[in-house]
């Protein structure tokens, strides 16, 4: 019995051993796991983020688990490597799941206009043709691709020269641009889905940061009115026959898109709203973007932002309210229509004087230098802006007794 008991507890002594050496190995396995991810996201973060890699310029390849990309790298951070294919998606890739990074070129090269034209025609299908320009490529229902293209590049060199005028720093496009115009609802609200737009009913169009692509609905009775035979060099101009808010749509949407693609705005670095939209609403009407300097304010006004600033926002809106727009975004979520009537009129006030004009410019440039993957604090926010502008409080008394001349 004596042994058995002896043999029982050298057993159980035995099995609690393992026990803990098994634990024991674990843990040290756990450990030096941990160590080894760290270890390999460090070396494949210092090789990303080497002159040869990580300078913005060259053309990489880099692998994960999944598949290759090719591109330029835009952002890295310990977590996450964006990179800008060679149509222009940003894609996101998880540093922990890379497995090689190779050089490729020392400039980066977009896909060319062929490989774009033939990506367009595999994704849409027949019923849908390409039409090219110097800087736009136009998806759109067979008869009618042309005069859209012709449409964006027009906006596209208004505000090229708008931008040159007002001694904005601007630069050439990395990638030919895309616009797909939708002649049926559905074939609109699929295209949404697969791009995680939500297609509510009011939606006309975007842009995308993602894709860098805008998307339009234009009912099939806009395309009608505007026949093959219709549409001339002047009738342009008129949007090709489109009128009401497709008009404003196409505008607004274009506008976003040349100016994240000229270096206005950086698709990575979050610019406040009030910047991206400001902008874009002083650019709606036809008459700021003219050529010709003889235009009075008055003609270069939006009058639609105008009118709600005035008559519906301005009699309660708080004193002092600047610097909120500035620092914050949170007002175009609680009050939408009043943020980019205030938006317009701010960005209006800037361009149409020629010292905040300056002002604004140097405004530009710093935030299209500031690092995308930090935090942008509302007290970071001001700074910037007060480091360009000087004094809120005075520059909004100067901004009111304008908005009171027009």
């Known amino acids: 019995m004596s042994g058995d008991l002896r043999r029982a507890e050298l057993i159980l002594m035995t099995s609690t051993e393992f026990a803990h050496t098994a634990q024991t190995l674990r843990s040290v396995w756990r450990y030096r796991r941990r160590r080894l991810l760290t270890w390999l996201v460090t070396i494949t973060a210092g090789l990303l983020t080497s002159s040869t890699f990580a300078d913005g310029k060259s053309l990489v390849r880099v692998t994960d688990d ?12 310990q977590a996450t490597c964006t990179l800008m294919d060679r149509q222009g998606r940003l894609v996101e890739l998880d540093v922990t799941k890379l497995r090689s990074v190779k050089h490729l070129a020392n400039r980066f090269r977009p896909d060319s206009p062929g490989d774009f034209r033939s990506q367009l025609k595999r994704e849409f299908g027949k019923r849908y043709e390409v039409a090219g320009t110097t800087h736009y490529l136009v998806c759109g229902p067979k008869g009618h691709a042309d005069n859209y293209a012709q449409l964006f590049e027009r906006i596209y ?5 708008f931008y040159r005028v007002r001694g904005l720093h ?13 002649a049926a609802r559905k074939e609109f609200a699929d295209y949404c889905l697969r791009d995680n737009v939500t297609p509510s009913a009011g939606l006309k169009g975007y842009y995308s940061l993602v894709s860098n692509r805008v998307a339009l609905f234009v009912d099939s009775a806009s395309f009608a009115a505007a026949g093959e035979n219709d549409i001339r060099t002047e009738a342009i101009v008129a949007l090709s026959g489109i009128a009401g808010q497709t008009t404003n749509t196409i505008i607004h949407e274009t506008i976003h898109q040349v100016s994240y693609n000229v270096g206005i705005h950086s698709r990575l670095g979050k610019s406040p709203l009030w910047v991206v939209e400001g902008l874009a609403t002083v650019l709606e009407p036809s008459a700021i973007r003219s050529r010709r ?19 519906q926002y301005r009699p309660g809106r708080p004193g002092g309210h600047l610097s909120q727009l500035i620092a914050s975004d949170d007002a175009f979520r609680r009050q939408t229509l009043n943020a980019y009537s205030e938006a317009w009129a701010f960005t209006f006030f800037l361009l149409e004087n020629p010292v905040p004009c ?14 995308p993957s930090s935090t942008y604090s509302a007290r970071n926010r001001l700074a910037d802006f007060q480091a360009e502008f000087g004094d809120i409080s005075r520059l909004e008394v100067q901004f009111l007794r304008f908005m009171d001349r027009l």
């Open 66 to 77: 999944s598949q290759d990309y090719i591109g330029r790298i835009v952002a890295l951070d």
């Open 157 to 161: 060199r208004e505000m090229e020269q």
């Open 170 to 182: 601007i630069q050439a496009p990395d990638v030919p641009l895309v616009a797909i115009v939708f």
């Open 293 to 311: 300097r003889s235009q009075s304010s008055a003609q270069r006004v939006n009058s639609e932002r105008f009118n709600w600033f005035q008559h």
């Open 358 to 371: 300056r002002n604004f410019a140097t405004y530009l440039q710093r935030l299209a230098r500031r690092d």
